[in-house]
Nanobody, 127 residues
Framework: QVQLVESGGSSVQSGGSLRLSCAASGFAVDRFAIAWFRQAPGKEREGVSC????????YYAPSVKGRFTISRDNSKNMAYLQMNNLKPEDTAVYYC????????????????????WGKGTLVTVSS
């Protein structure tokens, strides 16, 4: 059974950093595309970052490029989102998602209809 569990969300001040973790079970993270989405209150869910197979080039939304880094640790079957220089507009619930199809990651973004989702972790950035 595929399961994704996010952790690491917290309240931080503007300019701070957080690392979100996604614990995967039921599949190997290096054989799936991994993505991080976020949804702020009153807004649609957006793809923040995603990566295909291990040697894939990651995608970053323009709003986070240069500040966020997606990664995974195959030995621990974990995925991560390192977030630096956080801004109040980064406030949202962050979701980890996975899909066996690597083509859900495109140069234009992360396909929203991924197969597996976690329940999310809340990030709050205050000014």
């Amino acid at each position: 059974q595929v399961q994704l569990v996010e952790s690491g969300g917290s309240s931080v001040q503007s300019g701070g950093s957080l690392r979100l973790s996604c614990a995967a079970s039921g599949f190997a993270v290096d054989r799936f595309a991994i993505a991080w989405f976020r949804q702020a209150p009153g807004k649609e869910r957006e793809g923040v970052s995603c990566i295909g197979y291990s040697d894939g080039v990651p995608y970053y939304a323009p709003s986070v490029k240069g500040r966020f880094t997606i990664s995974r640790d195959n030995s621990k079957n974990m995925a991560y989102l390192q977030m630096n220089n956080l801004k109040p507009e980064d406030t949202a619930v962050y979701y980890c998602a996975a899909d066996p199809n690597p083509f859900v990651v495109t140069t234009r973004g992360c396909t929203p209809g991924m197969d597996y989702w976690g329940k999310g972790t809340l990030v709050t950035v205050s000014s």
